[in-house]
């Protein structure tokens, strides 16, 4: 018997006012003739249909759970002639309504209905963010990825990830929750066929499981096993967009509510001269700056936007694309312009459409994600880009606001406070200013993804230098952004990240003392990704890439590889991964020991490095160069023979080995991580507050100074460079006499007390020396 959802009651009951059709969409026929001559050789799938029923689900579309489908099904036989029964058009009344069968705003309307009116809807408090409850849910987290994990022979990913061994494996690390990354169906639909991803998975089309990575059964296994060891489930949603697939096309079809759900416009026939031609064998084509600019003046869009993301000449020169000519369910042709904030294939969803069918989709898919699957916990992607907004009257010729929209803060509440109601959480992975990122958090999700110190932590080891790090980490203090309230993480699926939106963008004049330098942002935010560049691509490091102007493609280890001057990854001795392991115990001790979450993945744990570009030449020929970082790996070795992932990603080289290898050594990177994440659980340190960032005497040097929950004082002192390094440490918040302590040893270290011209008035300090890449982690008792 299938377990109960986490609201206490099974959503799927047959009703009889549940199993109406989802549209109620032109008559049609339920007995299709055989196709005339020459119409099955066109469609084999046809061929082997006639004569029998068919469902026009399992003919076309991968088998999938029916779970979230009570409604009735027409089954379609075959007898006599008709000419074209199986074109893929919108006057074909079958093709549309296998579409609506297939559609997220389909499923999202039955699972509203189900949910309505019930009394578990009003148990919780849900206006107000609480990031405590959702660390004290799960505080660290293995990032998964499905298309990288090497499972056992047969075995599906997620079984995989709900096997008994790895969450032993875990518990022993101090891991209590998976974010299993994108598992739902996702890439498009051409006809009647699915076309794959073009965005490893982040173009979802459906809530259904991608039998790629298993089914619902296995991931409902995963959640039960999670569950019993105390731990939770971390889902994706994708507010921003989606994939072309059923929504997509009956949008295309001017379908009832469809078109809603996505910022697209019906350019009429009389001015379609104003739109490119769109090659054969697409459907769509990028529309020009000039495209864009000769709508925008005829009133048709709203034209450019604050950034290009993703920027390609030739590929993506706007977030405009025009559609190739589509019918309607009448017959009439339509030509469409439509955003995307990123690639052609990610339509981006209209949160302020009349019909709010966009809204109605996003939140359907969240509500099946929590309340049938059993997640805790969401992952927003792409959350700030939710409203967009033509530039004002007294800005003629400006740019539409498309970041750090009111419109975006107020769509993050309802999603907040929705997931909030039924008992779950969210995180939003939004790299925008910090100003956003804490405007977002104040009613929106619980937790925030670190995009304030992620790149500068790396430019930190990569210079040897932390001054960088230092002042984002006292501009995120200035502005508000609560440390305890982000997910600091290593390497996850994503380029490192160095866009640096807050310099960059809005605070682009703001003045910034860096040394003894001063650099407006926009400055600051050049030198940054300069030194980023020279000091790990290029012929220092040909391993990595640069990422379109995103960022880097690189994994932590190559990083770190790459800071230590290695320029070639074939030459790596013993000598050299024990220098690498300690820089990346380094890294993992930032990320850890500060209030928040920390996050890590497969990638970390095994200590993995770049795939070489031709093994996956295919996939970076568009200049998605990410995939040079997401090679295959196996983390528990229970396929030790496999060179590649079942999604055919080539196999990483490991540094570390296995998980279950390294927890049988007390000198591995997992047994030392798992040595540092105890000490972590054991005082609080995820629930505390970041109270200052002292300067110390050393640039190589990081002081952190944490109020924990029980209220004493922590420090962390780190030391960023592979050299011997020392500090004066002193704080506002020391007082002579106070006494500190090592938190894993619990031995006194040193007594709180004047320095002379290290201490200013009413302040006290203590000397700190650390060893190459070293860290030690203080709690001061008075």
């Known amino acids: 018997m299938r377990a109960r959802n986490r609201l206490g009651f099974h959503p799927h009951r047959k009703d009889s006012a549940l199993t109406d059709p989802i549209e109620e969409h032109e008559p049609h026929t339920d007995t299709i003739p055989i196709p005339a001559p020459g119409v099955a050789e066109a469609h084999p799938a046809v061929a082997d249909a006639v004569d029998q029923e068919i469902n026009f689900d399992e003919a076309f ?206 350019i009429p026939r009389h001015a379609w001269h104003l739109l490119p031609d769109v090659p054969d064998g697409r459907d769509s084509v990028n529309l020009s700056a000039e495209d864009e600019r000769r709508l925008k003046d005829a009133g048709y869009i709203i034209g450019e936007l604050q950034r290009v993301i993703f920027y390609e000449p030739g590929v993506k020169e706007t977030n405009w694309s025009a559609t190739a000519e589509v019918l309607d369910t009448g017959g009439e042709p339509h030509r469409w312009v439509y955003l995307h904030y990123f690639k052609d294939g990610q339509p981006s969803i209209n949160w302020l459409d009349p019909t709010f069918a966009g809204m109605r989709l996003v939140m359907g898919d969240a509500l099946h994600a929590l309340t049938d699957l059993g997640a805790g916990g969401l992952r927003l992607d792409a959350n700030g880009f939710l409203g967009v907004e033509r530039a004002s009257e007294d800005d003629e010729g400006g740019v539409a606001w498309s970041e750090g929209h009111p419109l975006s803060v107020a769509a993050n509440q309802l999603i907040g406070s929705m997931v909030r109601k039924v008992g779950g959480f969210t995180f939003q992975e939004l790299n925008l200013s910090m100003d956003a990122i804490r405007a977002t958090s104040v009613t929106g999700p619980d937790l925030s993804y670190d995009f304030v110190t992620r790149p500068a932590y790396q430019h930190a080891l990569a210079t040897g230098d932390t001054g960088f790090l230092r002042l984002a980490l006292r501009e995120g203090l200035k502005i508000g952004v609560n440390q305890g309230a982000l997910v600091h993480a290593l390497q996850n699926h994503d380029e490192l990240t160095y866009e640096l939106v807050h310099f960059a963008t809005t605070h682009r004049a703001d003045i910034y003392r860096l040394g003894d330098v001063e650099y407006t942002g926009a400055d600051l935010a050049d030198k940054i990704r300069d030194d980023l560049r020279r000091r790990i691509t290029g012929p220092a490091a040909p391993y990595n890439a640069v990422f379109t102007q995103n960022g880097i493609a690189s994994t932590t280890a190559s990083v770190i590889t790459a800071s230590l001057g290695i320029s070639d990854l074939s030459t790596i001795d013993d000598d050299d991964v024990a220098r690498i392991r300690d820089a990346h115990l380094l890294l993992a001790g930032y990320n850890a020991l500060q209030p928040g979450v920390f996050a890590l993945s497969g990638w970390d744990l095994i200590g993995a490095l770049p795939v070489d ?139 709180a007390e004047p320095l002379g011209s290290h201490v200013a008035e009413g302040q006290a300090g203590f000397r700190v020396t650390l060893g190459p890449f070293g860290l030690q982690a203080l709690i001061v008792r008075d």
């Open 61 to 266: 579309y991968p088998a999938r759970p029916r779970a979230l489908r009570p409604r009735a099904r027409r089954h379609l036989s075959f007898t006599g002639t008709l000419a074209t029964p199986f074109e893929p058009v919108g006057t074909n009344g079958a093709y549309v309504e296998w579409l609506v069968n297939h559609s997220m705003l389909g499923d999202a309307k039955t699972l509203a209905r189900q949910l309505s009116g019930q009394p578990e809807m009003w148990g919780r408090a849900y206006a107000s963010p609480h990031p405590r409850g959702a660390i004290d849910t799960a505080s660290v987290w293995f990032t998964a990825y499905p298309l990288s994990q090497i499972t056992g022979e047969g075995e599906s990913f997620l079984r995989a990830l709900g096997a008994d061994d790895l969450w032993d494996a875990f518990a022993r690390v101090g891991i209590r929750a998976i974010h299993t990354g994108p598992v739902k169906l996702a890439g498009g639909v051409s006809g009647w066929t699915r076309t794959p991803s073009i965005d490893g998975h982040f173009d979802r089309i459906s809530m259904t499981i991608d039998p790629m990575f298993g089914s619902e059964d296995d991931y409902r296994a995963m959640q039960a096993t999670a569950s019993s060891r105390g731990g939770t489930i971390i889902d994706d949603l994708i507010p921003a967009h989606t994939g072309k697939g059923s929504d997509f096309r009956l949008a295309e079809m001017n379908y009832r509510d469809y078109p809603g759900i996505y910022h697209m416009v019906d």
């Open 613 to 751: 570009r031709d093994e996956v030449a295919d996939l970076i020929s568009t200049g998605d160069t990410r995939w040079i970082e997401r090679g295959a790996f196996d983390l528990m070795g229970h396929n030790p023979d496999a060179n590649r992932s079942a999604s055919g990603l080539p196999k990483a080289r490991s540094l570390y080995g296995t998980l279950p290898q390294q927890l049988g050594d007390p000198g591995s990177f997992a047994s030392r991580l798992a040595s540092m994440l105890h000490l972590r659980a054991a005082h609080g340190i995820a629930t505390g507050t970041l109270l200052e960032v002292p300067e110390p005497d050393d640039p190589a040097m990081l002081i952190m100074v944490n109020r924990l929950a029980v209220g004493a004082l922590q420090l962390c002192v780190f030391n960023f460079a592979e050299r011997e390094a020392s500090t004066v440490v002193c704080s506002r918040e020391l007082r002579f006499g106070d006494e500190v302590f090592d938190l894993g040893t619990s031995q006194r270290v040193a007594v």
